[in-house]
């Protein structure tokens, strides 16, 4: 009897890890946009620091973003049991704010001026010649800065991961949602500090008196601007991707609309296949640019009737 108790416990608690394990696959799959921009935004960060304090200065963001989980796993459990509802408002909320941002990303250069542009450049220039204690005021606020915005690319993670297991056991949300906060934020500042320092090991490989390490040293150095690039263009359209995705699953009217076309563009000929991921893609990515759009004008309509309003 007691032989068939533990069983029973043991096949249990394999179903709700297994049950865990799925689910946070599914959730990873669903935050992996939101991931690879806070990947590319977090490598930009460490920008304009000296070399040697790149590795401490990710270290503090890190411990500041697992504060931000800490405090953010639990108001989302509170959220999911006290009021259920307000998941959905909060994820076309955080989508609208992934379309805002990317699309402010994609028009940066228009909206600011080639003079503004230049005093950014002379800025960064300037930070890296201060002296240490005004290094050292430059990097808290770099690392502050770093924590709010990981603060709310946290958040957006964390909704989205609600969503994904609101109809799950509570305890299986519990676990899912430490799993995927406790990961994302190992494999985001894991591989931000191997990013940031691309540039010293193809440096001091290149420095090498072999051949091989000099050449795979020099083409380290050539990658290292060429991964923040791809970085930085691979985050912008996951933000337009996951926000459109989010906006278009939580409004039911675009959401069957999305699936009636996808099944119709499955029906197509010998493509059907990648036709049906393409197409509910392709409107996911349309919705959230055009939705990154009005909300981007409307920002700039609010900012230009405030500085009339403050110099009458």
Not at 58 to 83: D, E, H, Q, R, Y
Not at 275 to 302: M, R, Y
Request: aromatic fraction near 8%; glycine fraction near 8%.
């Amino acid at each position: 009897m007691a032989g068939t108790s533990l069983l029973t416990l043991l096949d249990d608690i394999a179903t709700i890890l297994d049950d865990i394990a799925v689910m946070s696959k599914v959730a990873a799959k669903k935050t992996a946009g939101v991931l690879g921009d806070d990947l590319a935004l977090n490598a930009e960060q460490v920008t304009g620091v000296k070399a040697e304090r790149e590795l401490p200065v990710v270290w503090a963001v890190f411990k500041g973003s697992l504060l931000n989980k800490i405090i953010l796993v639990p108001a989302a459990m509170l959220i999911s049991v006290f009021i259920p509802w307000l998941i959905t408002p909060l994820l076309m909320l955080g989508g609208s704010f992934l379309c805002f941002e990317g699309f402010e990303k994609v028009v940066h250069k228009w909206l600011h001026s080639d003079t503004q542009q230049s005093e950014e450049h002379q800025a960064r220039l300037q930070n890296l010649a201060q002296t240490d204690a005004d290094m050292v005021t430059f990097e808290t606020k770099k690392i502050k800065g770093a924590i709010r915005t990981d603060f709310i690319l946290s958040a957006e993670i964390i909704t989205i991961t609600l969503g994904a297991v609101a109809a799950a056991a509570f305890t299986t949300q519990v676990a899912v949602l430490c799993v995927i906060a406790l990961g994302m934020t190992i494999g985001v500042y894991g591989l931000v500090a191997g990013i940031v320092k691309i540039d010293d090991a193809g440096l001091y490989l290149s420095n090498s008196k072999f051949k091989f390490q000099q050449s795979f040293g020099r083409a380290l150095l050539v990658a290292a601007p060429l991964l923040m690039k791809f970085l930085s263009v691979a985050g912008t359209l996951a933000m337009f991707l996951v926000g459109g995705g989010i906006l278009v699953h939580s409004i039911p009217a675009l959401h069957h609309l999305t699936e009636s076309t996808a099944t119709w563009a499955g029906s197509l000929g010998s493509l059907n296949q990648m036709l049906e991921f393409l197409v509910p893609t392709g409107i996911n990515f349309i919705a959230g640019v055009g939705v990154g759009g009005i909300l981007v004008a409307l920002f700039q309509v609010a900012q230009r009737l405030r500085s009339s309003g403050q110099s009458r």
